[in-house]
């Protein structure tokens, strides 16, 4: 009951810090990437993708999340790779020419509507809030610090599901939208 009790208040926490996340992802889609810098994102991307991409994806989340789980660092760590995510969308939008302040409403809708998105915030927010636990309890409660040890491993296997579910709903996304475009231009190259 104890530890169900604790996770929950996390969770009040974890919602929060990911309320704080997607702005920090928004202010970045104001200032986007330069396009050299953002070509070698998309390659990287382009590689993450394949047969295996929910795999992928979660991989490559569930690695960005442990490192947010770091006392102390883990918060600067996530707020980086956030607002860098949120430059990359920006520059994507340039690319598409989209104005970046077209660009914020239709990131919201991409990634709360399909849910996706609201997964992995909300695990992030987790790892975040995890990581804030433990720097405290290192620095003030040091007593807590064995029991809260137990308390991790709960805690990432909370962050795994929420991350998985994700991907599966993330790739499932791409994959349509990449077979859409496709039949589009195919149907577009036939007249």
Do not use: C, D
Not at 64 to 70: E, G, K, Q, R
């Amino acid at each position: 009951m104890k530890t169900v009790r604790i996770l929950g208040r996390r969770l009040r926490l974890a919602i929060l810090i990911s309320i704080v996340l997607i702005g920090l992802m928004l202010t970045g889609l104001l200032i986007p990437l330069g396009a050299e810098e953002g070509e070698k994102i998309r390659e990287e991307l382009e590689r993450l993708g394949g047969e295996g991409l929910e795999q992928g994806i979660f991989l490559n989340n569930f690695m960005i999340a442990l490192m947010a789980l770091i006392p102390f660092l883990g918060p600067a760590i996530m707020g980086y790779v956030i607002f860098h995510t949120g430059r990359f969308l920006g520059w994507m939008g340039l690319e598409l020419g989209m104005s970046p302040y077209h660009l914020i409403p239709f990131t919201l809708r991409a990634i709360i509507l399909p849910g996706y998105g609201i997964l992995e915030f909300l695990g992030y927010g987790v790892a975040v809030s995890e990581s804030l636990t433990l720097s405290y309890y290192i620095l003030r409660a040091r007593t807590l610090l064995k029991s809260e040890l137990k308390i991790l491993l709960i805690i990432i296997g909370v962050i795994a599901l929420l991350l998985f579910l994700g991907a599966v709903i993330e790739a499932a996304l791409i994959k349509a939208l990449e077979s859409e475009f496709s039949e589009a231009l195919q149907a577009s190259q036939s007249i």
